[in-house]
């Protein structure tokens, strides 16, 4: 596994045990930094900061793309996995597109349900439909 793929893996289990704590993702980051390989610990650092520096706007697009469900009902790994997926999307040069859609998916397919994949690709794909109006 490459250290940008642990990178996503740790920014899920520390989003996702943040919301079940109710607290930031990046305080928890911080309890278990030394445990991390540096190249790891890094982008799980610029993930999780820049996911809470546009929480709102991922938010709101999981919001509006992810249809039938609101964000409360929807299930924790699958919000994370999204709100990773689309900060990398729209605010991550370093990141091809597919790279980030198959890194999602992988998450996806590994930690939640096959149903969960579908319907985050489909999320995604609604986004990426919009990206290029939404970087402007």
Same mark, same amino acid.
């Given at each position: 596994?490459?250290?940008?793929? #642990?990178?996503?893996?740790?920014?899920?289990?520390?989003?996702?045990?943040?919301?079940?704590?109710?607290?930031?993702?990046?305080?928890?980051? @911080? #309890?278990?930094? /030394?445990?991390?390989?540096?190249?790891?610990?890094?982008? /799980?650092?610029?993930?999780?900061?820049?996911?809470?520096?546009?929480?709102? #706007?991922?938010?709101?697009?999981? /919001? /509006?793309?992810?249809?039938?469900?609101?964000?409360?009902?929807?299930? *924790?790994?699958?919000?994370?996995?999204?709100?990773?997926?689309?900060?990398?999307?729209?605010?991550?040069?370093?990141?091809?597109?597919? *790279? *980030?859609?198959?890194?999602?998916?992988?998450?996806?397919?590994?930690?939640?349900?096959?149903?969960?994949?579908?319907?985050?690709?489909?999320?995604?794909?609604?986004?990426?439909?919009?990206? @290029?109006?939404?970087?402007?």
């Amino acid at each position: 596994m490459s250290g940008r793929s #642990k990178a996503r893996k740790a920014a899920l289990d520390l989003l996702y045990e943040g919301d079940i704590r109710r607290s930031n993702a990046g305080d928890l980051l @911080s #309890k278990k930094i /030394t445990e991390m390989e540096y190249e790891a610990r890094e982008f /799980t650092k610029e993930l999780l900061e820049g996911i809470e520096l546009n929480r709102r #706007k991922i938010d709101e697009l999981i /919001t /509006t793309y992810a249809q039938g469900w609101d964000m409360d009902r929807m299930p *924790v790994l699958d919000r994370n996995i999204l709100r990773i997926a689309i900060f990398e999307l729209l605010w991550s040069e370093s990141v091809p597109v597919g *790279v *980030v859609i198959s890194e999602a998916l992988e998450l996806a397919s590994n930690f939640s349900t096959e149903e969960s994949s579908k319907y985050i690709n489909g999320v995604l794909s609604k986004v990426l439909e919009i990206r @290029s109006d939404l970087l402007l």
